[in-house]
């Protein structure tokens, strides 16, 4: 099974949409056999679904996350572990051994007034911040 982490200099990046980069780990048995970093090239929010699918992710470690990017994933068939904060590479030994505590309800509470019909794009919400 594949897990990837959003990364940030050997930590869980907090903000699922805005990640630069996933580590993409390849595990089996409950131990990590391998690992490698991918770039998303400028992929953001919704369309890092399609992204992880491509890349035949099963299961996304994250910080905070917004409810249309849970959605997507959830299309996509991959279960998000929300809410996560500290070492990449520990989490992701944790989520294959079964052991990782993770916050079901975390999101990124200003994704709300999306609905209100304007995006990040137009107003920079990387100014706001995620939180479980």
Excluded: W
Aim: glycine letters at 16%; charged letters at 15%; proline letters at 1%.
């Amino acid at each position: 099974m594949k897990i990837a982490v959003t990364y940030d200099n050997g930590m869980i990046f907090q903000h699922f949409g805005h990640t630069e980069s996933f580590k993409v780990y390849e595990v089996e048995d409950g131990k990590v056999l391998s690992s490698r970093i991918v770039a998303t090239n400028g992929t953001g929010h919704g369309a890092l679904a399609d992204f992880l699918a491509a890349l035949g992710v099963k299961a996304l470690i994250c910080g905070g996350i917004g409810a249309g990017a849970r959605t997507a994933l959830a299309t996509a068939g991959i279960q998000v572990f929300g809410g996560v904060q500290g070492s990449a590479d520990q989490a992701a030994a944790q989520l294959a051994e079964g052991k990782l505590s993770f916050d079901p309800n975390a999101k990124c509470s200003h994704h709300a007034h999306h609905d209100e019909g304007h995006t990040c794009g137009a107003h920079g919400c990387g100014e706001h911040s995620c939180h479980s």
